[in-house]
């Protein structure tokens, strides 16, 4: 490039500039035939002496040689500088990216910064400084912005003044007397509510176990009465359609054992107390009052007439005995035997899977009733055994002295049901005989 420059520079000195009234102009003189281009003639075409013009381009050359030599000796002067301000920029940079966050962007910067800008260079030496001078001015830019940052940095890391961390102390101490007390205040309402949560706890569980032990009661006794044999069976209409039924089944018996309480006013006749009938057989047992006939007691259809009377309107208790063998049976009145007898169905076995039947007589399995043959009153504690009790037993049932219920057939609320209008309701019927007599 600088050889050109020269050629150039050479070329110019065939260029001769002459001055009129005008102003500044060119003159072209032709070059004798059989010249060498390039060598000096004058203006009536001679040529100039060779030696002035080598002269000329001797000091051109040189001089051209110094100024590329100092070219270059500033060139590696401002490399060296470079690399050194890159380097202290990269230290810097590195040290302020562990101490602050916007160290990234920073890094970008570098990035773009740390660029080797030196193959861009234009090519003409003075632009060439010019732009080394700018850069160099950037990097010096950017190396006092990161010395104040630096700075910051280390002001911001230094140790506090004494009395700026008593200050600081104390308030921490402060605030952490405050967060203890909360802390205190906090457990002792975590203690009260836990305390106020097991008395309602305690208070819902007794709760509950009255609310179950009353639902157990209910289920055990099934009913509204103290205990389930206190009550009574009303039937107070001498109707086809008022009775009580006993859901449980006979055994097949050879004897048996019939007690009960009854109240009765009707006239004709009480009625029936009760009946029941087998298949084949309507009337396996019956125990009837009817019209103006006695009290009569139906084994397999076979009667016996017994010596009761029981139509006064007050409670009476009565139990009826039969065995097999003979026929034999006995008659009680309120704990008294007023009659005996034999040869009532005698040898006959009571036959099973029947209907148990109050107040009404049965003229097929457990229906077809005559409203002339219905009981009229109050029934309550009808037992059956399947064995003939002993008087002391009986006198003891009919003065309540003695418990007994069934074993065939005990008188319990969820034992019977009733149809047609007739009712249960309560009685505990020692005391209500004891208020009658």
């Known amino acids: 490039m600088l050889i050109l420059f020269g050629l150039l520079y050479l070329g110019s000195g065939q260029l001769v500039r002459t001055q009129d009234a005008t102003g500044s102009r060119f003159v072209c003189n032709a070059i004798p035939p059989g010249a060498e281009p390039g060598c000096g003639y004058g203006q009536t075409g001679n040529r100039i002496p060779s030696s002035s013009v080598e002269e000329e381009l001797r000091n051109t050359i040189i001089q051209l040689r110094e100024t590329i030599l100092q070219q270059k000796e500033t060139i590696v002067s401002q490399q060296g500088t470079i690399k050194e301000l890159n380097s202290k920029l990269a230290r810097c940079e590195a040290a302020t990216d562990d101490s602050q966050s916007k160290s990234r962007g920073q890094g970008s910067r570098r990035k773009d910064y740390g660029k080797n800008t030196m193959g861009d260079l234009p090519r003409d030496p003075g632009d060439t400084i010019d732009q080394l001078g700018k850069t160099m001015q950037s990097l010096k830019g950017r190396l006092e912005s990161l010395e104040v940052s630096a700075l910051t940095v280390s002001s911001a890391l230094a140790p506090l003044p004494p009395e700026l961390r008593d200050v600081l102390r104390q308030r921490l101490g402060a605030l952490e007397t405050q967060l203890l007390r909360k802390v205190a205040e906090l457990e002792e309402e975590k203690s009260q509510l836990y305390n106020e949560t097991a008395a309602h706890r305690q208070r819902t569980e007794n709760a509950l176990n009255a609310l179950m032990e009353r639902i157990t009661e209910l289920e055990k006794n099934n009913n509204a009465f103290k205990s389930p044999e206190d009550f009574k069976v009303s039937l107070p209409l001498r109707t086809n359609y008022l009775y009580g039924r006993i859901k449980k089944s006979l055994p097949e018996m050879y004897a048996f054992t019939v007690c009960m309480w009854l109240k009765s006013s009707a006239s004709p006749g009480i009625g029936t107390p009760f009946s029941y009938g087998v298949p084949g057989q309507a009337n396996e047992i019956v125990l009837i009052e009817w019209g103006n006939n006695p009290i009569e007691l139906l084994v397999n259809d076979k009667v016996a007439q017994l010596p009761l009377s029981v139509s006064d309107g007050r409670w009476h208790h009565i139990c009826i005995t039969w065995t097999t063998r003979d026929g034999f049976w006995e008659a009680y009145q309120d704990g008294e035997r007023l009659g005996t007898g034999d040869n009532l169905a005698p040898w006959h076995p009571i036959k099973p899977g029947g209907v148990i039947i109050l107040g009404q007589e049965q003229d097929i399995v457990g229906g077809r ?39 065939v057939v005990p008188w319990v609320d969820a034992n019977v049901e009733v149809f047609g209008g007739a009712s249960k309701a309560p009685l505990e019927i020692c005391e209500d005989r004891a208020f009658d007599s």
Do not use: H, K
């Open 369 to 407: 009733f005559d409203a002339t043959q219905a009981f009229v009153g109050e029934l309550s504690q009808f037992n059956m055994w399947d064995r003939v009790l002993r008087p002391v037993d009986i006198v003891g049932l009919a003065n309540c002295s003695a418990y007994m219920p069934g074993n």
